[in-house]
């Protein structure tokens, strides 16, 4: 007898890690993620999109009970939720339009605008790094979005999540108009220690099971199976 | 094929003018007794919850009132220009017109608003850059912001919403009246712009308060199109501090207070041409 | 019925002769005749509403024209001034007749829009139901043709309508807004409104059944004053004590026609036609 | 840039994937249901709020005051977001005082919810104003047959302003199917939302905009014939015109 | 006025010795009387608009309540369904009191509305402004009392009911809305429908004072057809001629009392009071 869980992450198409297919099916990374650490946990995880924007009073107000949305653990974050263990961390990246050469520093991104997903850790890093320094930042709800106005030239650069980015890049729209500018530098305080699953305070119990199930699957293989599907690199980090 | 006129349903939804309480009102037993209870809640929601933020954000919290007043205040005005030949048109125009200007107002108004502006956001929007013509015109450095986009949106549908109130309008104006003013010898176009326009602007004034307000509840809207109004800033505020209930109650606060004002502004100005009765 | 055909199309030609007024109008005066209705037919599709009807009437002349319910006084009044266009006939104001053309659908309209203007701009038309402009103070409706059609100065515009006003008996309320007013009021205001434009021909289409019967006289009253300084008018009306009191020719309609016409005193004294007597013998 | 050849690429609407007809449906079945619900739940909410503000007692008639003052002062957006989160969080932690366990709330039900509670406002004041329309002297005389007063509402009041009230308890459906747009902003998958879906995924945003809004207007036009039937039939005895 | 005095509160007993009719009403007789208002008193706030006013009817009793314009006429009689609550006094309908206790405000409240909702059922009332139901058709209205308050089978309803449309001549109109009907139509519906519950009396308050005057003639005339198999009836009326005519006994209300009252050729041939006299002689 499974406990039932309700697992969130954003509605939002979030390619390579979540995004649906026309038949309504939500695919990617995380997805494979998920099912692996419910398995292995012996959860009955059932998924549940909902707004990215509102995940965490979500999260607290049970209408999910985890969330598996690529949310980095933060300082912040943690003083309203708890987070298991990092399950990826990857760096971040920044994005411009072909045939425009310019750096991801402050420097480079100065008198520019550029684009990040609202409530990331990159809205934080790019208004404390990019923002103070000449650049404007502009939030937008997803980050296919921030993609999309990129594409559209509406924006002239995009911060995210380096493989999100990747992704972007090898889809048709983005080898047509974009490539990666470079990383930026690593913040920690800001970036976070990686991507957790966010729980909801004081539920250790749960949380002691996906430590546990998060260390298994890493240890056992599955992790390394279903990423190379993905990722042609290691994107638990270290 | 027309949907209902919109008047009876912008009473019904919109707060107007004569829902105001007077200051007298308040002075009953029961009222104030309900009062203390309010204030009591209030005061608690302030001592128990989270405010701690508020001062770091007033600054982006006035601004946000300032984009979202713009948008209100431009696009009403706007969209009521428009409104007035829509609304004439369905009234007096050749059955080309007519039909062009109803189906206008039966499409905006059949669908919702948060489609029209994700339709002019993303899905005009990112055909502009497919087109160098468009990319190298001065446009462009508009085209590329969104308010323009939220601007025409809400635009559209007040002149949709209006026009039909108009249409109302222009067609309620007594007969006798435009006939008493050609039969003193004015021209179509005299006629138009003494009478019958002021006349149906006049009998429109109510509705066309309520739908002002009604506007103002659809200006949060443009936030989901990158638009920072006051909507926007909260949603900034809930993700930085992932509190739940503390910046959505500010939000309502400053909605019914605008509400509130602005439905104070209308009293005032429908004070000054007296109607009688109704 | 051969009397009938006599009367219809008849010219009811100078008054002067009929009556003992000489003329002395406080306007101008002339050859010309105020207005000159010829021969005026008018259908509203099947229905023949007017059925050729003539009607002359010189400077200083006052038209009482009655006839039962649906026998096309009004429309004759709305035809002079062409809120109603004639089938057919033609109509001359001060001499002047309006160029008409066929409209191509079996009717007549006006070959010049701004000669129709201009002469509308002549003739004060008071309604039955007022049709004073509701989004204005009673000053501004009286004001409003004088500057906006004839393009008279502001403060000049306003010095006449407050003598206007106060001759009336309205000018406490010159600020009041139409609604605001009894129906008296209001009908007295649409008189000073239509004499605001010094009109050549004042018309009036039952000014008073609009009204409650106590405000009945109030108008009257004015209408009285009017009359009595020799102004050319031409009034439908049902109130025949008042007809005959104010008035110095009559004018019968019957289903379209003009079933018979003379002095007040002829036709009240010594109606010849069955259906006049009818008529007046149903009023009293 | 984009190769602009294949400008419109019908076949993403196919009704079976890969086509994203077949979701577009889908959600436009679950905006409908909601709209349904939403509708129903304020029409309800809307008869006793009518009656109370009429015939309750001074503190019902002042809370419903501040209940309609509210929703009609405050945006959907905002009263969607605050019920979404706080107003199912409430109904638990209520649940929860009086000892009973926290109930599931599934999206459709928190859907249903917001819109109920929002049209439940504006269908308060339509149906108000349709109440005091119906003549006085027509309860007065229901009074004089005898009626109860339950009697007096379900027989005469209520059948009797049913003309005055469908015009605007029509608006308010018309409301009610365009509202559910703005539950995509809570993520849940009516067709707004599963329409973003499908032109993100595939970039055909004019595409799927321009089909989710025929959608739309179509819902629309089939509801007008059905309004037009029925307003007809509870007009029936009174005059033309007015 | 010291007969003033006399009058106020006086209870007017069984009319029978008054008048030649000997009761053989069509309808159930007894010693109970069909209505009885003792000392009735009602305020509208500061205003107290009945003072005392007492009123016997026994069974086929027609009794014509006449007066000035806001003497209590129709307060009087709306205190008798309740439709008014009265401050003080009582009301017995057939010999049953309607139970009233205090309100805490100064006035009284029933204590038991099913008693009144009963009692009312026995009350046939035909009001001024027909109150006809505007969401059902003529049939709909006279049967919905009987069916959904007296309980009887619906068929039988219906024969009922087109038997009554039939003698007020509306059998024709049964299945037409109220709204279609003339005002004298709508009169004889709301008057087919009050005798639809077979009351034990009828009431009308000022039956024909909203129709046009040629409307009146039918009203009445049913009224009368009614008034003549001896029915129990107490009506307001401003038709004078009518109340002499149709009633055995006439009550005249002056400031909210009885002022006099007695039979037809009393009140009208030989009226006391100076008030009666002045009323009278300002009708004719
Ligand atoms: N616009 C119209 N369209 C069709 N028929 C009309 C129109 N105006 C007037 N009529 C008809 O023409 C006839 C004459 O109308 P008119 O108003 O001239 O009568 P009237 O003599 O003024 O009567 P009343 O004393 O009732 O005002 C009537 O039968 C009327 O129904
Ligand atoms: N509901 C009410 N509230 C306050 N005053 C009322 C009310 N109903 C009646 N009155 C007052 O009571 C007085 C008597 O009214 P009532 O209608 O009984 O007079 P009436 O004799 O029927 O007159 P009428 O012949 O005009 O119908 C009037 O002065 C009236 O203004
Ligand atoms: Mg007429
Ligand atoms: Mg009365």
Known sequence: QAEQIKVGFAAEPYPPFTSPDASGNWEGWEVEFQKAICAEAKLDCVITPV??????????????????????????????????????????????????????????????????????????????????????????????EANQDLAAGRLDAVQADAIALDAFLKSDQGKECCELKGNVKDDPAILGAGVGIGIRKGEDELKGKLNAAIKAIRENGTYDTFSKAYFDFNIYGE | MTIPPPDETTHAMAFTPEDLPTAASFFQPHRILLMIIFAGIVLSAAWFMRWDWLPQYLPKLGWGIVVTLAMLFSTAFLGFLFAVPLGLVQVTGPWPLKLLASGFCTVIRGTPLLLQLWLLYYGLGSLFPQFPEIRNSFLWPYLRESWPYGVAALTISFAAYEGEVMRGAFAGVPAGELEAGRAFGMSRWTVFRHIWLPRAIHRALPTLNGETVLQLKSTPLVATITVIDVYAVISKVRQDTYLTYEPLLLLALIYMCLTGILVILFRKLENRIPTRGA | MPHEKENQGNCFHASNSDVSRDGDSLFMTGEAQAIAVTDLHKRFGPLEVLKGVSLTASQGDVIAIIGGSGSGKSTLLRCINMLELPSAGSVSIHGETIAMKKDGRGGLMPSNRKQVERLRAQLGMVFQSFNLWQHMTILQNVIEAPVHVLGRPKDEAIATAETLLRRVGLYEKRDAYP????????????????????PLVMLFDEPTSALDPELVGEVLSVIRDIASEKRTMILVTHEMKFAREVSNHIVFLSQGKIEEQGSPDQIFGDPRSERLKRFISSIH | MADPAPFINWSLLALSPPGWGGVLLSGLFNSIQIAVGGYSLGLLLGVGGAFGKLYGGPILKDLLECYTTIV????????????????????????????????????????????????????????????????????????????????????????????????????????????????????????????????????????????????????????NVFIGIIERRARRGLVKAA
């Open chain 1, 51 to 144: 707004a990215w924007d509102g995940i965490i009073p979500a999260l607290t107000s049970k209408k999910i009970d985890i969330i598996i949305g690529s949310m980095s653990i933060t300082e912040e974050r943690l003083k309203t939720i708890d987070f298991s263990d990092k399950y990826y961390n990857t760096p971040t990246g920044v994005i411009g339009p072909k045939g425009v050469a310019f750096e991801a520093t402050p420097e480079g991104l100065s008198g520019k605008t550029i684009g990040v997903q609202v409530s990331t850790v990159h809205q934080d890093y790019a208004n404390k790094y990019f923002g103070e320094n000449g650049a404007t930042v502009k939030e937008y709800q997803t980050q296919d």
């Open chain 3, 179 to 198: 609604a605001f007013l009894s129906g008296g009021q209001q009908q007295r205001a649409a008189i000073a409104r239509a004499l605001a434009i010094q």
């Open chain 4, 72 to 223: 009609r002062a405050v945006p959907e957006l905002v009263l969607i977001l605050l019920l979404y989160y706080a107003g199912t969080d409430l109904i638990n932690q209520a649940l929860g005082l009086v000892g009973l366990p926290s109930v599931d709330i599934s999206g459709l039900a928190a859907g249903i919810f917001v819109i109920g509670v929002v049209q439940g406002a504006y269908s308060t004041e339509v149906l108000r104003g349709a109440i005091k329309a119906v003549p006085a002297g027509q309860i007065e005389a229901a009074r004089a047959f005898g009626m109860s007063p339950v009697k007096v509402m379900g027989r005469i009041t209520l059948p009797a302003m049913l003309p005055y009230a469908i015009p605007g308890l029509s608006n308010l459906w018309l409301i009610a199917t365009k509202d559910t747009a703005l539950l995509a902003v809570v993520g849940f998958s009516e067709l707004t939302l599963v329409t973003r879906q499908a032109a993100g995924s595939t970039k055909a945003y004019l595409l799927f905009f321009l089909a989710a809004g025929a959608l739309y207007l179509a819902l629309t036009l089939v509801s």
